[in-house]
Protein backbone atom coordinates (compact mmCIF):
# COMPACT_ATOMS: atom_id res chain seq x y z
CA UNK A 1 0.00 0.00 0.00
CA UNK A 2 2.83 2.66 1.07
CA UNK A 3 4.55 1.51 -2.18
CA UNK A 4 2.20 2.40 -4.51
CA UNK A 5 1.18 5.74 -2.70
CA UNK A 6 4.78 6.69 -3.12
CA UNK A 7 4.47 5.94 -6.86
CA UNK A 8 1.26 7.87 -7.30
CA UNK A 9 3.01 10.66 -5.31
CA UNK A 10 6.08 10.64 -7.43
CA UNK A 11 4.19 10.40 -10.77
CA UNK A 12 1.80 13.61 -9.89
CA UNK A 13 4.96 15.52 -9.00
CA UNK A 14 6.62 14.41 -12.43
CA UNK A 15 3.42 16.15 -14.10
CA UNK A 16 3.40 18.95 -12.06
CA UNK A 17 7.03 19.86 -12.96
CA UNK A 18 6.63 19.32 -16.59
CA UNK A 19 3.45 21.62 -16.78
CA UNK A 20 5.34 24.04 -14.84
CA UNK A 21 8.43 23.93 -17.19
CA UNK A 22 5.77 24.26 -20.21
CA UNK A 23 4.48 27.50 -18.31
CA UNK A 24 7.81 29.01 -18.19
CA UNK A 25 9.04 28.23 -21.44
CA UNK A 26 5.80 29.34 -22.94
CA UNK A 27 4.35 32.35 -21.16
CA UNK A 28 5.55 36.14 -22.54
CA UNK A 29 4.02 39.42 -20.31
CA UNK A 30 2.48 41.77 -22.21
CA UNK A 31 4.61 44.31 -23.67
CA UNK A 32 2.24 47.05 -23.11
CA UNK A 33 2.45 46.73 -19.64
CA UNK A 34 5.71 45.72 -18.87
CA UNK A 35 8.11 47.25 -21.27
CA UNK A 36 9.23 50.37 -20.59
CA UNK A 37 10.29 53.24 -23.41
CA UNK A 38 13.23 51.88 -25.69
CA UNK A 39 16.88 52.64 -24.38
CA UNK A 40 18.30 51.89 -28.09
CA UNK A 41 18.37 54.57 -30.05
CA UNK A 42 17.82 54.36 -33.98
CA UNK A 43 18.55 57.67 -35.01
CA UNK A 44 21.17 57.71 -38.27
CA UNK A 45 21.39 61.60 -38.25
CA UNK A 46 23.56 64.24 -36.30
CA UNK A 47 22.24 67.52 -35.92
CA UNK A 48 23.11 69.23 -38.28
CA UNK A 49 21.66 70.16 -41.62
CA UNK A 50 22.59 69.06 -45.09
CA UNK A 51 24.85 70.86 -47.91
CA UNK A 52 24.37 71.41 -51.39
CA UNK A 53 27.32 70.70 -53.48
CA UNK A 54 28.19 74.05 -53.81
CA UNK A 55 28.90 74.58 -49.84
CA UNK A 56 32.01 72.38 -49.88
CA UNK A 57 34.26 74.43 -52.57
CA UNK A 58 36.21 77.53 -51.65
CA UNK A 59 39.10 79.09 -53.13
CA UNK A 60 42.74 79.47 -50.89
CA UNK A 61 43.50 82.29 -52.81
CA UNK A 62 41.52 84.85 -55.31
CA UNK A 63 44.09 86.94 -56.92
CA UNK A 64 43.77 90.06 -59.49
CA UNK A 65 46.29 90.45 -62.24
CA UNK A 66 45.36 94.34 -63.41
CA UNK A 67 48.01 96.80 -64.82
CA UNK A 68 50.72 94.61 -63.54
CA UNK A 69 49.76 94.56 -60.08
CA UNK A 70 48.51 91.39 -57.93
CA UNK A 71 45.66 92.28 -55.97
CA UNK A 72 43.86 90.50 -53.36
CA UNK A 73 40.41 90.82 -51.67
CA UNK A 74 39.43 90.10 -47.97
CA UNK A 75 37.97 86.49 -47.71
CA UNK A 76 34.44 87.07 -47.16
CA UNK A 77 34.62 89.05 -50.69
CA UNK A 78 36.50 86.16 -52.05
CA UNK A 79 33.72 84.06 -51.09
CA UNK A 80 31.21 86.36 -52.77
CA UNK A 81 32.82 86.61 -56.32
CA UNK A 82 33.26 83.05 -55.71
CA UNK A 83 29.08 82.62 -55.69
CA UNK A 84 28.72 85.03 -57.75
CA UNK A 85 31.05 83.08 -60.75
CA UNK A 86 28.90 80.25 -59.80
CA UNK A 87 26.16 81.56 -60.87
CA UNK A 88 27.61 83.05 -64.55
CA UNK A 89 25.82 81.16 -67.81
CA UNK A 90 28.55 79.07 -69.10
CA UNK A 91 28.38 76.90 -72.61
CA UNK A 92 30.96 75.43 -74.81
CA UNK A 93 33.67 73.59 -72.73
CA UNK A 94 36.80 72.68 -74.43
CA UNK A 95 39.75 70.88 -73.38
CA UNK A 96 43.21 72.55 -74.77
CA UNK A 97 47.05 71.98 -73.68
CA UNK A 98 47.52 75.83 -75.14
CA UNK A 99 47.63 78.24 -72.72
CA UNK A 100 48.79 81.42 -74.32
CA UNK A 101 45.49 82.98 -73.77
CA UNK A 102 45.40 82.04 -70.02
CA UNK A 103 48.45 83.78 -69.00
CA UNK A 104 46.94 87.19 -69.35
CA UNK A 105 48.38 90.29 -67.87
CA UNK A 106 45.06 90.98 -66.66
CA UNK A 107 42.61 88.32 -65.79
CA UNK A 108 41.10 87.19 -61.95
CA UNK A 109 42.88 84.15 -60.49
CA UNK A 110 41.66 81.26 -57.90
CA UNK A 111 43.69 78.95 -56.53
CA UNK A 112 42.38 76.03 -54.62
CA UNK A 113 44.04 74.21 -52.17
CA UNK A 114 43.98 70.29 -53.72
CA UNK A 115 43.04 69.18 -57.29
CA UNK A 116 39.23 68.89 -57.86
CA UNK A 117 37.29 67.15 -60.46
CA UNK A 118 35.81 68.92 -63.01
CA UNK A 119 32.95 66.68 -63.52
CA UNK A 120 31.82 66.90 -59.65
CA UNK A 121 32.63 70.88 -59.47
CA UNK A 122 30.53 71.67 -62.53
CA UNK A 123 27.40 70.28 -60.34
CA UNK A 124 28.05 73.98 -58.72
CA UNK A 125 28.27 75.32 -61.75
CA UNK A 126 25.06 77.47 -64.40
CA UNK A 127 25.46 75.71 -67.25
CA UNK A 128 23.32 73.40 -69.35
CA UNK A 129 23.12 70.29 -67.68
CA UNK A 130 22.92 68.43 -71.11
CA UNK A 131 26.49 69.63 -72.52
CA UNK A 132 29.53 66.60 -71.64
CA UNK A 133 32.05 67.65 -69.20
CA UNK A 134 35.51 66.99 -69.90
CA UNK A 135 36.84 64.60 -67.43
CA UNK A 136 39.77 66.56 -65.60
CA UNK A 137 41.04 67.76 -62.80
CA UNK A 138 41.99 71.42 -62.07
CA UNK A 139 43.49 73.61 -58.97
CA UNK A 140 43.27 76.45 -60.45
CA UNK A 141 40.56 79.09 -62.39
CA UNK A 142 41.44 82.27 -64.62
CA UNK A 143 39.32 83.98 -65.83
CA UNK A 144 39.27 87.04 -68.38
CA UNK A 145 39.54 90.20 -66.92
CA UNK A 146 40.14 93.16 -69.91
CA UNK A 147 37.24 95.66 -70.49
CA UNK A 148 36.95 95.93 -74.40
CA UNK A 149 36.97 92.25 -74.33
CA UNK A 150 33.11 90.99 -75.47
CA UNK A 151 33.67 87.51 -75.24
CA UNK A 152 35.03 86.05 -72.38
CA UNK A 153 36.44 83.01 -71.35
CA UNK A 154 37.20 80.84 -67.63
CA UNK A 155 40.07 78.65 -67.60
CA UNK A 156 40.16 75.47 -65.14
CA UNK A 157 43.57 74.81 -64.80
CA UNK A 158 45.70 71.77 -63.95
CA UNK A 159 49.53 72.08 -63.10
CA UNK A 160 51.24 68.57 -63.87
CA UNK A 161 54.67 68.18 -63.96
CA UNK A 162 55.33 68.09 -67.67
CA UNK A 163 53.22 70.85 -68.83
CA UNK A 164 49.58 72.47 -68.22
CA UNK A 165 46.65 71.61 -69.01
CA UNK A 166 42.98 73.69 -69.17
CA UNK A 167 39.70 73.35 -70.34
CA UNK A 168 38.11 76.38 -71.01
CA UNK A 169 34.57 77.69 -70.97
CA UNK A 170 32.59 80.80 -72.40
CA UNK A 171 31.36 83.08 -70.18
CA UNK A 172 27.74 84.18 -71.69
CA UNK A 173 26.98 87.76 -69.39
CA UNK A 174 29.57 90.57 -69.11
CA UNK A 175 29.93 91.37 -65.55
CA UNK A 176 33.49 93.88 -65.87
CA UNK A 177 32.08 96.49 -64.20
CA UNK A 178 29.98 94.97 -61.96
CA UNK A 179 33.40 92.48 -60.75
CA UNK A 180 35.58 96.25 -61.26
CA UNK A 181 33.24 98.63 -58.95
CA UNK A 182 32.59 96.09 -56.31
CA UNK A 183 35.91 94.32 -55.59
CA UNK A 184 38.44 96.81 -56.54
CA UNK A 185 37.18 100.10 -57.36
CA UNK A 186 35.20 100.58 -53.37
CA UNK A 187 38.39 100.32 -52.09
CA UNK A 188 38.11 96.42 -51.01
CA UNK A 189 41.32 95.26 -52.56
CA UNK A 190 44.94 95.34 -51.45
CA UNK A 191 48.47 94.73 -52.65
CA UNK A 192 49.93 90.78 -52.39
CA UNK A 193 53.30 90.32 -52.56
CA UNK A 194 55.15 87.11 -54.57
CA UNK A 195 56.96 84.52 -53.41
CA UNK A 196 58.69 81.35 -55.21
CA UNK A 197 57.90 78.22 -53.05
CA UNK A 198 59.15 74.49 -54.34
CA UNK A 199 59.23 74.02 -58.27
CA UNK A 200 59.31 77.38 -58.95
CA UNK A 201 55.84 77.65 -57.53
CA UNK A 202 54.29 81.52 -57.09
CA UNK A 203 52.53 81.61 -53.69
CA UNK A 204 50.52 85.09 -53.04
CA UNK A 205 50.77 87.03 -49.41
CA UNK A 206 49.35 90.20 -47.95
CA UNK A 207 51.91 93.11 -48.29
CA UNK A 208 50.82 94.53 -44.80
CA UNK A 209 48.99 94.13 -41.83
CA UNK A 210 45.03 92.13 -41.61
CA UNK A 211 42.94 92.67 -38.59
CA UNK A 212 41.01 89.44 -38.30
CA UNK A 213 38.12 88.68 -35.86
CA UNK A 214 39.22 85.84 -32.65
CA UNK A 215 36.33 83.56 -31.87
CA UNK A 216 35.64 82.28 -28.26
CA UNK A 217 33.42 79.21 -28.63
CA UNK A 218 31.37 76.93 -26.21
CA UNK A 219 30.96 73.22 -27.64
CA UNK A 220 28.13 71.33 -27.85
CA UNK A 221 28.20 67.50 -27.49
CA UNK A 222 27.45 65.24 -30.63
CA UNK A 223 25.56 62.26 -29.97
CA UNK A 224 27.49 58.94 -30.62
CA UNK A 225 24.16 56.81 -31.20
CA UNK A 226 23.82 57.63 -35.06
CA UNK A 227 27.23 57.30 -36.44
CA UNK A 228 26.85 53.66 -34.35
CA UNK A 229 23.74 52.78 -36.02
CA UNK A 230 25.06 53.35 -39.32
CA UNK A 231 28.70 52.07 -38.96
CA UNK A 232 27.81 48.58 -37.59
CA UNK A 233 25.33 46.25 -39.07
CA UNK A 234 23.90 45.45 -35.87
CA UNK A 235 24.43 48.28 -33.55
CA UNK A 236 22.06 46.84 -31.25
CA UNK A 237 24.58 43.96 -30.32
CA UNK A 238 27.71 47.24 -29.74
CA UNK A 239 28.27 47.83 -25.97
CA UNK A 240 30.21 50.52 -24.70
CA UNK A 241 33.18 49.83 -22.43
CA UNK A 242 36.34 51.49 -20.86
CA UNK A 243 39.27 51.46 -23.26
CA UNK A 244 41.67 53.76 -21.86
CA UNK A 245 40.90 56.82 -19.17
CA UNK A 246 38.94 59.61 -20.81
CA UNK A 247 38.18 57.07 -23.91
CA UNK A 248 35.22 55.18 -24.78
CA UNK A 249 35.03 51.35 -26.66
CA UNK A 250 32.28 50.46 -29.44
CA UNK A 251 33.55 46.73 -31.17
CA UNK A 252 31.24 44.51 -33.02
CA UNK A 253 34.28 42.25 -32.96
CA UNK A 254 35.83 42.95 -36.45
CA UNK A 255 35.18 47.26 -36.45
CA UNK A 256 35.63 49.50 -33.73
CA UNK A 257 34.84 53.16 -32.81
CA UNK A 258 36.70 54.65 -30.14
CA UNK A 259 35.35 58.40 -29.02
CA UNK A 260 38.21 60.40 -27.01
CA UNK A 261 36.21 62.64 -24.41
CA UNK A 262 39.24 64.82 -24.03
CA UNK A 263 40.18 65.84 -27.66
CA UNK A 264 36.31 65.33 -28.29
CA UNK A 265 37.19 63.32 -31.38
CA UNK A 266 35.74 60.11 -33.18
CA UNK A 267 37.91 57.43 -34.54
CA UNK A 268 36.50 54.19 -36.78
CA UNK A 269 38.00 51.73 -38.03
CA UNK A 270 36.60 49.29 -40.34
CA UNK A 271 37.65 45.92 -42.23
CA UNK A 272 40.72 46.76 -44.63
CA UNK A 273 41.08 45.08 -48.18
CA UNK A 274 43.93 44.25 -49.06
CA UNK A 275 42.99 44.76 -52.77
CA UNK A 276 41.79 47.94 -52.83
CA UNK A 277 41.80 49.59 -56.25
CA UNK A 278 42.33 53.63 -56.86
CA UNK A 279 39.31 55.39 -57.25
CA UNK A 280 39.17 58.71 -59.33
CA UNK A 281 38.95 61.94 -57.83
CA UNK A 282 35.52 62.28 -59.00
CA UNK A 283 34.20 59.18 -57.68
CA UNK A 284 35.94 59.31 -54.24
CA UNK A 285 34.49 63.18 -53.61
CA UNK A 286 30.89 61.85 -54.70
CA UNK A 287 31.58 58.94 -52.35
CA UNK A 288 32.27 60.91 -49.02
CA UNK A 289 30.26 63.82 -49.74
CA UNK A 290 27.14 61.10 -50.09
CA UNK A 291 28.36 59.30 -46.85
CA UNK A 292 28.39 62.40 -45.06
CA UNK A 293 25.28 64.18 -46.39
CA UNK A 294 23.16 61.06 -45.80
CA UNK A 295 23.91 61.69 -41.82
CA UNK A 296 24.26 65.02 -41.72
CA UNK A 297 28.33 64.76 -40.65
CA UNK A 298 28.34 67.97 -42.20
CA UNK A 299 28.30 70.12 -38.71
CA UNK A 300 29.37 73.02 -39.16
CA UNK A 301 26.90 76.09 -40.20
CA UNK A 302 27.92 78.74 -42.76
CA UNK A 303 25.37 81.22 -40.91
CA UNK A 304 27.76 80.85 -38.41
CA UNK A 305 30.81 81.28 -40.49
CA UNK A 306 32.14 77.49 -39.13
CA UNK A 307 32.17 75.15 -42.53
CA UNK A 308 33.75 72.32 -43.56
CA UNK A 309 35.32 72.60 -46.95
CA UNK A 310 37.12 69.90 -49.20
CA UNK A 311 41.19 70.58 -48.45
CA UNK A 312 42.89 67.63 -49.49
CA UNK A 313 41.94 64.41 -52.05
CA UNK A 314 44.72 61.80 -52.37
CA UNK A 315 43.10 59.10 -55.90
CA UNK A 316 46.70 57.68 -55.58
CA UNK A 317 47.04 54.56 -53.09
CA UNK A 318 44.59 55.76 -49.91
CA UNK A 319 41.49 56.73 -51.58
CA UNK A 320 41.31 59.44 -49.06
CA UNK A 321 40.25 63.22 -48.79
CA UNK A 322 40.03 65.62 -45.23
CA UNK A 323 37.21 68.33 -45.27
CA UNK A 324 38.72 71.06 -43.11
CA UNK A 325 36.74 73.33 -40.94
CA UNK A 326 36.67 77.03 -41.65
CA UNK A 327 36.25 79.73 -39.34
CA UNK A 328 35.35 83.38 -40.90
CA UNK A 329 36.37 82.11 -44.78
CA UNK A 330 39.93 80.86 -43.25
CA UNK A 331 40.86 77.31 -42.83
CA UNK A 332 41.48 76.54 -39.05
CA UNK A 333 44.19 73.81 -37.78
CA UNK A 334 44.53 72.03 -34.62
CA UNK A 335 46.72 69.33 -32.83
CA UNK A 336 43.75 66.98 -32.22
CA UNK A 337 41.85 66.67 -35.23
CA UNK A 338 38.60 68.65 -34.47
CA UNK A 339 39.82 71.21 -37.23
CA UNK A 340 38.74 68.37 -39.69
CA UNK A 341 37.30 65.45 -41.33
CA UNK A 342 38.79 62.59 -42.68
CA UNK A 343 37.41 59.21 -44.18
CA UNK A 344 39.48 57.03 -46.74
CA UNK A 345 37.49 54.49 -48.63
CA UNK A 346 37.82 51.09 -49.98
CA UNK A 347 36.39 50.90 -53.67
CA UNK A 348 34.11 48.34 -53.56
CA UNK A 349 32.50 50.15 -50.52
CA UNK A 350 30.40 53.49 -49.67
CA UNK A 351 31.20 53.81 -46.49
CA UNK A 352 34.78 54.37 -44.96
CA UNK A 353 37.21 52.28 -43.86
CA UNK A 354 38.61 55.13 -41.72
CA UNK A 355 36.78 58.03 -40.42
CA UNK A 356 37.71 60.39 -37.77
CA UNK A 357 35.64 63.18 -37.04
CA UNK A 358 35.18 66.09 -34.51
CA UNK A 359 32.52 64.97 -31.94
CA UNK A 360 31.65 68.84 -31.40
CA UNK A 361 29.84 71.89 -32.60
CA UNK A 362 30.63 75.05 -31.96
CA UNK A 363 28.62 78.08 -30.56
CA UNK A 364 30.26 81.55 -30.97
CA UNK A 365 30.00 83.29 -27.11
CA UNK A 366 32.65 85.85 -27.82
CA UNK A 367 34.24 87.69 -30.43
CA UNK A 368 37.50 89.91 -30.02
CA UNK A 369 40.21 91.30 -33.20
CA UNK A 370 43.49 90.79 -33.80
CA UNK A 371 46.05 91.94 -35.73
CA UNK A 372 47.92 89.53 -38.19
CA UNK A 373 51.93 90.13 -39.19
CA UNK A 374 52.27 91.67 -42.32
CA UNK A 375 53.54 89.34 -45.59
CA UNK A 376 57.05 90.69 -46.36
CA UNK A 377 57.82 90.52 -41.95
CA UNK A 378 56.37 86.39 -42.75
CA UNK A 379 58.91 86.57 -45.64
CA UNK A 380 61.53 88.29 -44.45
CA UNK A 381 61.53 85.98 -41.36
CA UNK A 382 61.18 82.36 -43.63
CA UNK A 383 64.27 83.43 -45.34
CA UNK A 384 66.48 84.08 -42.38
CA UNK A 385 64.78 81.25 -40.46
CA UNK A 386 66.77 78.04 -40.48
CA UNK A 387 64.16 76.15 -39.37
CA UNK A 388 62.56 76.80 -43.34
CA UNK A 389 64.13 76.48 -46.70
CA UNK A 390 62.50 78.41 -49.75
CA UNK A 391 62.66 75.70 -51.97
CA UNK A 392 60.78 73.18 -50.36
CA UNK A 393 57.84 75.55 -49.59
CA UNK A 394 54.17 74.07 -50.61
CA UNK A 395 51.76 76.45 -49.32
CA UNK A 396 51.76 79.42 -46.94
CA UNK A 397 48.87 81.08 -45.68
CA UNK A 398 46.69 82.77 -42.78
CA UNK A 399 44.29 80.47 -40.68
CA UNK A 400 42.72 80.32 -37.46
CA UNK A 401 44.28 77.90 -35.00
CA UNK A 402 41.65 75.98 -32.93
CA UNK A 403 42.75 75.13 -29.02
CA UNK A 404 40.52 74.12 -25.84
CA UNK A 405 40.89 76.67 -23.45
CA UNK A 406 42.91 75.98 -20.58
CA UNK A 407 41.53 75.07 -17.56
CA UNK A 408 37.88 75.72 -18.55
CA UNK A 409 36.40 72.83 -20.15
CA UNK A 410 34.08 73.22 -22.93
CA UNK A 411 35.36 76.05 -24.28
CA UNK A 412 37.73 76.95 -27.12
CA UNK A 413 39.64 79.62 -28.75
CA UNK A 414 40.37 80.63 -32.16
CA UNK A 415 42.80 83.39 -33.18
CA UNK A 416 44.44 84.09 -36.82
CA UNK A 417 48.03 83.59 -37.43
CA UNK A 418 49.98 82.04 -40.00
CA UNK A 419 51.03 78.93 -41.07
CA UNK A 420 53.12 76.80 -43.83
CA UNK A 421 53.82 73.39 -45.40
CA UNK A 422 56.92 71.91 -46.37
CA UNK A 423 57.48 69.07 -48.66
CA UNK A 424 56.94 66.17 -46.95
CA UNK A 425 55.94 67.96 -43.21
CA UNK A 426 52.67 68.37 -42.02
CA UNK A 427 50.99 72.11 -42.06
CA UNK A 428 52.30 73.82 -39.20
CA UNK A 429 51.89 77.21 -37.34
CA UNK A 430 54.71 80.14 -37.82
CA UNK A 431 55.55 81.18 -34.18
CA UNK A 432 57.35 84.09 -34.54
CA UNK A 433 60.62 84.81 -31.72
CA UNK A 434 58.50 87.48 -30.03
CA UNK A 435 55.31 84.78 -29.74
CA UNK A 436 58.06 82.08 -28.28
CA UNK A 437 59.43 84.71 -25.87
CA UNK A 438 55.50 83.99 -24.34
CA UNK A 439 55.52 80.40 -24.47
CA UNK A 440 55.88 78.38 -26.83
CA UNK A 441 57.28 76.34 -30.20
CA UNK A 442 55.95 75.24 -34.02
CA UNK A 443 53.43 73.59 -33.55
CA UNK A 444 53.15 70.68 -36.56
CA UNK A 445 49.09 70.36 -36.99
CA UNK A 446 46.79 68.29 -38.76
CA UNK A 447 48.19 65.16 -40.86
CA UNK A 448 47.17 66.65 -44.73
Do not use: C
Amino acid sequence: MWEHFKTGLLAFLVVVSMLLTYALWSYQPSLENTQGPSTISEETTLDADQKKPSELFIPSNVIFHYNGDHLGIDKGQEDKLFNRIQQWPLSDFTKNINLTEVMKETSIEMEFATSLPLEFFANTLAYNGEEEIPQFEFNRIFIDFEKGSSVKNIYFVSDNEDETESVSATIKTNFYSDVYQTFINEGNAFSLLTFTGKDGEIIYVPEDERTLTTYTYRDNQLDVDPLKNILFSNPEIVKPSDYLPGETFYSDGSLEITVNKNTNVLQYKGLLNDETNTLRKQELLEISYNFTNDHRGFTGSNERDDSFKVFYLNDFRDNDIVYRRYLNHYPSFDENGITELYMSFDSSKVSPNRYVRPMIKLSIIAKDEETVRAGQDVLSYIEQSDMYESEKVEGLLIGYYLEKRPGNEGYYDASPGWFIKQAGSDWERIIFPSDSEAGGDNDAVESN
